[in-house]
């Protein structure tokens, strides 16, 4: 297993007051997301844990893109990767923004 941090400025706190989120599901080429917020409005961290090594580089790519456009600020990220593809990263990433910011019911 490959553990994987980042710690990147965020142009943008993620809006709503939702206290975590979790999307996805740890299976074959596919990954969980848990977002929690704890952190200050100018900070995003990233966690992974991932059965496929060597691909740092292309982490670091798809992670710094997703904080780049999408409110993530005041986020700590942590990903349970079961090898998915980076199109699919980047689609639970965005899917998580999207639940933290929902409304609690």
Do not use: Y
């Amino acid at each position: 297993m490959e553990k994987l941090s980042f710690k990147l400025s965020a142009p943008s706190r993620a809006a709503g007051t939702r206290t975590q989120a979790i999307v996805g599901v740890v299976a074959s080429g596919n990954l969980e997301v848990l977002l929690e917020r704890s952190l200050p409005a100018d900070v995003c961290t990233i966690d992974i844990a991932t059965a496929a090594h060597g691909f740092g580089t292309v982490w670091d790519a798809v992670v710094r893109d997703f904080v780049a456009r999408r409110s993530a600020g005041g986020l700590r990220i942590s990903v349970n990767d079961g090898g998915a593809r980076p199109d699919t990263v980047a689609l639970r990433l965005a899917q998580g923004v999207r639940k933290i910011e929902e409304p609690e019911r």
